[in-house]
């Protein structure tokens, strides 16, 4: 239960802290035998701050709960 809670924190800071996640596709434009073309994208999925942020309060209270169940 402490793990997720440390996992959950983590999480959250590293949402708010940097707003998404980024990627790179690499896609195939030209495929002629031997000779192949291809291009890189970079994307980004975005995590809004209340995710962040809801993620963090869910670690803490998970932190709480298994602290007072000993």
Known sequence: MKIAAIVLIVIGVIALAYGG???????KVVDLGPLEATTKTRETIPLPPVLGAAAIVGGVLLLVVSGKKR
Not at 21 to 27: A, L, M, N
Request: aromatic fraction near 14%.
């Open 21 to 27: 996640i980024s990627y790179t596709r690499e896609k």
